[in-house]
């Protein structure tokens, strides 16, 4: 009897050459499958409109790999937005006049504005399974993550240089190629970078997104998010504290073993050499993975086995030769040919116009349910909130701008203090909203002015990071004229540090205005300690209109709020960008 022997192509490597790299690959790879297969079961489980959240320590790290599984794949869902988004919008300026306005117009919803229809939409296709709910939450955390990326990924396409798709097309690069080798490439910093802030994002309406009512209907979701209320209504302090440990942890894991590892990696697609007068980021992960043999063994098998079987399929493709691969070529005719790009392009703004009609009907019909009482209602409460937000964003400058200039012009304290801070800033803020308030009540500080104090905390993060890049980024040659000039240290402030921080500082200051806006809904109408505590504002409006299923008054909060944040950008920030551009840029 003869003995069956492998090829050399498929045979595997021996596992006695494998090493610790290789074992922690294996157990990576494991653990994803298991946490894949433990989370498609919730998919499937029997709808239950109060599930029991299970407080016990050792649910815990099932809760955390739940919450940690619908952010990872709303995070997936918003890169393939960000990239259908922002090429659309760059390559015609028809799409581009209606996709830019709308998106200004959906990141200022707060989430509470989509949950509704969400939820409801989802719960009619799915009525017997929790389906409906997983996706509502997963969209949910989407409308937080999505917006960022595609504008990222919109201005990476708009200022990439003209010489390089020059020679694409000298080059003779179809469309698809120049898409997935240039584009998307020279995108990949912006898109990582912003992957981390959009993370962050994503977490922070975490009990929201998991633990949410709608009228008479409590909906739960098993997640880190959930236990976290459940621990807040209970008041249970060790169970409190436990979740803010876990979550901790789920951030620095992160950190650690995708997005630093994603920082280093895209570091090889800059289009410039410059490295900021430091050195180059390292990642720990990284560089213990590239020890591994088995990915480069599995490529290799893989390559040969692809070698093997086209060479088998060569007799089987002589018949076809005079036709052409029909069907290699459909899946790049979409890209390749133009009449299919601008056929595309007309489809997707027609489809877009479509549901534009659609929700702006619906919206009608609801607003036109309001009377004169409830939009004074609306209209106060919106002033009180809009001051709220103001106040929010100076108490937030007054201390991020002076950390930030101090963290930027030291390289060192930079590279130490940033994943600080970083973790610091990924942690949802209304994890800690209802400690923080009763802290408040301890001191007799009420919930009016307290809420400025909980939007400082969902804002403040944008500013401090957005002066430390500005900072940092300052030319070394203009360090070393004011070392020169001996300029003291008020004047190299004056003179240096404030107008190079300047726009940055108000990119800064609209995403942290958004945020405090976000952060109204939960900061104004929160519940600690099995105490529901509400101040008067927009935010506690819109989250009183929820809990009520008052459809009405939610669509007037909800439309007021978004036009007050798209008119402030507009005749506000944009007018202050604008100007921050042409007097303090460094480039001008």
């Given at each position: 009897m003869?003995?069956?022997?492998?090829?050399?192509?498929?045979t595997?490597?021996?596992l006695?050459r494998l090493?610790?790299a290789d074992?922690?690959?294996?157990?990576?790879l494991?653990?994803a499958?298991?946490?894949?297969v433990?989370f498609a079961r919730e998919?499937?489980a029997?709808?239950?409109?109060a599930v029991?959240?299970?407080?016990?320590?050792?649910?815990l790290?099932?809760?955390?790999l739940?919450?940690?599984?619908?952010?990872?794949?709303a995070?997936?869902i918003?890169?393939?937005?960000?990239?259908?988004?922002g090429w659309?919008?760059a390559?015609?300026?028809?799409?581009e006049?209606?996709?830019?306005?709308l998106?200004?117009?959906?990141q200022?919803?707060?989430?509470?504005g989509?949950?509704?229809?969400?939820?409801?939409?989802?719960m009619?296709?799915?009525p017997?399974?929790?389906?409906?709910?997983?996706?509502?939450?997963i969209?949910?955390i989407?409308?937080?993550q999505?917006?960022?990326l595609?504008?990222s990924?919109y201005n990476?396409l708009?200022?990439?240089?003209?010489?390089l798709?020059?020679?694409?097309?000298?080059?003779?690069?179809?469309?698809?190629r120049t898409f997935?080798q240039?584009?998307?490439?020279?995108?990949?910093?912006g898109?990582?970078?912003?992957?981390?802030l959009?993370?962050?994002?994503?977490?922070?309406?975490?009990?929201?997104?998991?633990?949410f009512?709608?009228?008479?209907h409590?909906y739960?979701l098993p997640?880190?998010?959930s236990?976290?209320?459940?621990a807040?209504?209970q008041g249970?302090?060790?169970?409190?504290?436990?979740?803010?440990?876990a979550?901790?942890?789920?951030i620095?894991c992160?950190?650690q073993?995708?997005?630093?590892?994603?920082?280093?990696w895209?570091?090889?697609f800059?289009l410039?050499?410059?490295t900021?007068?430091?050195?180059a980021?390292?990642?720990w992960?990284?560089?213990f993975l590239?020890?591994?043999?088995?990915?480069r063994?599995?490529?290799?098998?893989?390559?040969?086995?692809?070698?093997?079987?086209?060479?088998?399929a060569?007799?089987?493709?002589?018949?076809?030769?005079?036709?052409?691969?029909?069907?290699?070529?459909a899946?790049?005719?979409?890209?390749?040919?133009?009449?299919a790009?601008?056929l595309?392009?007309?489809?997707l703004?027609?489809a877009?116009?479509a549901?534009a009609l659609?929700?702006?009907?619906?919206l009608?019909l609801?607003?036109?349910?309001?009377g004169?009482?409830?939009?004074?209602?609306?209209?106060?409460?919106?002033?009180?909130t809009?001051a709220?937000?103001m106040?929010a964003?100076v108490?937030s400058?007054a201390?991020?701008v002076?950390?930030g200039?101090?963290?930027?012009?030291?390289?060192?304290?930079?590279r130490?203090?940033?994943?600080v801070i970083?973790v610091?800033a990924?942690f949802?803020?209304?994890?800690?909203?209802?400690?923080v308030?009763?802290l408040?009540e301890?001191?007799?500080?009420?919930l009016?002015l307290?809420?400025v104090?909980?939007?400082?905390?969902?804002?403040?993060?944008y500013i401090?990071?957005n002066?430390?890049?500005?900072?940092?980024?300052?030319?070394?040659?203009?360090?070393?004229?004011?070392?020169v000039?001996?300029?003291?240290?008020?004047a190299?402030?004056?003179a240096?540090?404030l107008?190079?921080?300047f726009?940055?500082?108000?990119?800064?200051?609209?995403t942290?205005?958004?945020?405090?806006?976000?952060?109204?809904?939960?900061?104004e109408?929160?519940e600690?300690g099995?105490?529901?505590?509400?101040?008067?504002?927009?935010?506690?409006?819109?989250?009183?209109a929820?809990?009520?299923?008052?459809?009405?008054?939610?669509?007037g909060g909800?439309?007021?709020?978004?036009?007050?944040v798209?008119?402030?950008n507009r005749?506000?920030?944009?007018s202050?960008m604008?100007?921050a551009?042409?007097r303090f840029?460094?480039?001008?």
């Open positions: 003869k003995l069956l022997r492998f090829p050399p192509a498929l595997p490597p021996g006695r090493g610790l074992i922690a690959v294996l157990c990576l494991g653990g499958i298991a946490t894949v433990a998919f499937e029997p709808l239950s409109q029991a959240i299970d407080l016990r320590y050792a649910a790290p099932r809760y955390t739940y919450s940690l599984s619908r952010g990872v794949l995070l997936l918003s890169y393939l937005f960000a990239l259908s988004f659309a919008a390559k015609s300026r028809a799409a006049r209606l996709l830019l306005p998106l200004d117009i959906l200022s919803i707060p989430v509470l989509f949950l509704p229809g969400l939820v409801l939409g989802l009619s296709l799915f017997t399974r929790n389906v409906g709910l997983e996706l509502a939450a969209l949910m989407f409308t937080a999505a917006w960022n595609a504008l990924f990476s708009k200022g990439l240089p003209a010489p798709r020059d020679a694409c097309k000298v080059a003779g690069w179809k469309a698809s997935w240039l584009e998307v490439p020279a995108a990949a910093q898109l990582v970078w912003n992957g981390m959009s993370m962050a994002g994503g977490w922070f309406f975490l009990m929201v997104n998991e633990a009512r709608l009228g008479d409590d739960r997640g880190i998010g236990y976290m209320s459940v807040l209504d249970n302090a060790p169970a409190m504290a436990l979740a803010i440990l979550m901790v942890l789920m620095v992160l950190d073993l995708l997005w630093r590892p994603l920082v280093v895209v570091e090889k800059r410039d050499d410059t900021g007068g430091g050195p980021p390292g990642s992960v990284l560089e590239r020890r591994a043999r088995l990915p063994r599995a490529a290799l098998l893989q390559r040969r086995a692809y070698r093997s079987a086209r060479r088998a060569r007799p089987l493709e002589r018949p076809f030769r005079a036709v052409g691969p029909v069907i290699w070529r899946p790049r005719f979409a890209l390749d040919h133009p009449v790009r601008r595309g392009a007309g489809l703004m027609a877009v116009g549901v659609l929700g702006a009907k619906s009608w609801l607003l036109a349910q309001l004169a009482r409830e939009w004074g209602a609306l209209v106060s409460s919106a002033a009180l809009f709220r937000v106040g964003v108490v400058t201390w991020a002076p950390a200039v101090w963290i930027g012009r030291s390289p060192r304290l930079a130490a203090l940033q994943p970083q610091v990924s949802p803020a209304p994890m800690l909203f209802p400690l308030i009763l408040f301890r001191i007799g500080v009420g009016g307290g809420a104090a909980l939007m400082v905390l969902a804002g403040q993060w401090l990071f002066v430390i890049s500005a900072v940092a980024a300052i030319p070394e040659q203009l360090k070393d004229a004011a070392t000039f001996r300029l003291p240290r008020l190299r402030w004056r240096l540090y107008p190079a921080a726009p940055a500082l108000v990119t800064g200051w609209v942290a205005a958004g945020g405090a806006w976000n952060g109204s809904i939960v900061a109408y929160i600690a099995g105490t529901l505590r509400t101040t008067k504002g927009l935010g506690s409006l819109i989250s009183e929820t809990a009520h299923a008052n459809f009405p008054l939610l669509a909800i439309a007021l709020m978004s036009l007050i798209v008119g402030w005749l506000v920030w944009r202050l604008q100007w551009q042409t840029s460094l480039a001008a």
